[in-house]
């Protein structure tokens, strides 16, 4: 099965780049730069990877990437993971990054920019955009002052996103930053209802414009806006290695996506943060046949999804479908 995921084209739509900090590339950053981390040894660093929820996971996530310092750290971050997604059958990234984790340090935007817009010139195998994500920790005043400085940084930048501790931060609070990113061009997702409430998804609908959710997975708590995503066909980016990770869900055997694609919902499967949750997109979709018993057809519909639901250009998409079916049609002859 491993070898027929691999050769599925698919599309990951919900990786943050930060979250792909290995801690091999931690360690040897944190030199490089002489920053001084909090762990000694990679034990250290598994004893501080059992998380117990969102917020135990950022705590040490915001701490990793103080690592990332120049822009050739950023290039070898975005480089790294491009490669190993490449390896998993990934065509087309739509990567997040969250800037004001970097510019609150005195990292400016055209320290990352630049390292990432390079390393994703590099991988011509993939096509890839990025994904400005506003910190929702952080006020709503923090995010309109965060897209006006991104604003002369947008090249190669599809759209925004909203990440970060989620209850208690409701998506209304950013509305403003988000209707500066649409009087820019640019497209809406959010995170919604991972540990929020089914409310907190639709207000990211009705409020911040959202076109695609991730995560998503408490929609299911409420049927008349499992029936709203149905009808409208919203595309869901949902995280099933992350899930168990954060403890959002017990095991990969009770996650709700079999319920999810039961009820009609456009779901997508991805990695989230994949250095610290154990595993890329391929770990992710392998734990749905091994552990759900997901067979060819339900993985492949899957792949579909990914591709319908990105922002990828028509020509794009259609190109990327083509190849998956070639590619269905080969592994049946
Ligand atoms: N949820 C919210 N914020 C995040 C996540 C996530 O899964 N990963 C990185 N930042
Ligand atoms: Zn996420």
Redesign the pocket.
């Known amino acids: 099965m491993r070898d027929f995921i691999v050769t599925l084209p698919k599309a990951e739509l919900h990786l943050?780049i930060?979250?792909t900090l290995e801690p091999g590339m931690m360690f040897e950053l944190a030199d490089r730069n002489s920053y001084d981390l909090p762990f000694e040894s990679l034990r250290d660093v598994e004893a501080a990877y059992r998380f117990t929820d969102?917020q135990s996971?950022?705590d040490i996530?915001y701490q990793g990437a103080a690592v990332l310092q120049t822009e050739q750290d950023f290039y070898e971050l975005m480089r790294a993971y491009l490669d190993r997604a490449g390896a998993d059958g990934v065509r087309h990234a739509e990567i997040f990054f969250?800037p004001q984790t970097h510019t609150e340090r005195g990292v400016g935007f055209e320290v990352f920019m630049s390292g990432f817009r390079a390393a994703m010139a590099d991988t011509p195998n993939i096509s890839s955009s990025l994904i400005l994500c506003f910190l929702r920790h952080l006020s709503g005043a923090d995010a309109v002052e965060a897209m006006a400085m991104a604003e002369p940084h947008l090249e190669g930048v599809v759209a925004v996103g909203l990440?970060?501790?989620?209850k208690g931060n409701p998506p209304e609070l950013f509305e403003e930053a988000y209707a500066m990113a649409r009087e820019l061009g640019l497209r809406a997702v959010a995170?919604a209802g991972?540990e929020g409430p089914p409310e907190y998804v639709e207000a990211a609908l009705d409020v911040l414009g959202a076109e695609r959710i991730d995560?998503g997975i408490r929609s299911l708590e409420k049927p008349p806006l499992v029936e709203r995503l149905r009808k409208d066909q919203v595309p869901i980016t949902v995280?099933p290695l992350?899930n168990v990770a954060?403890r959002v869900v017990d095991r990969i055997e009770d996650h709700p996506l079999p319920e999810m694609m039961g009820r009609g919902l456009q779901v997508s499967v991805n990695s989230?943060?994949p250095a610290y949750f154990g595993g890329y997109i391929g770990e992710n979709y392998l734990g749905l046949a091994e552990k759900l018993g997901f067979g060819r057809d339900e993985l492949a519909k899957i792949a579909r999804n990914s591709i319908n639901s990105s922002f990828a250009e028509a020509l794009r998409k259609a190109e990327l479908i083509t190849q998956l079916e070639e590619a269905l049609s080969s592994d049946e002859g």
């Open positions: 943050h930060e979250g969102l996971f950022l996530y969250d990440d970060s501790s989620e995170h991972e995560h995280c992350s954060l989230d943060d």
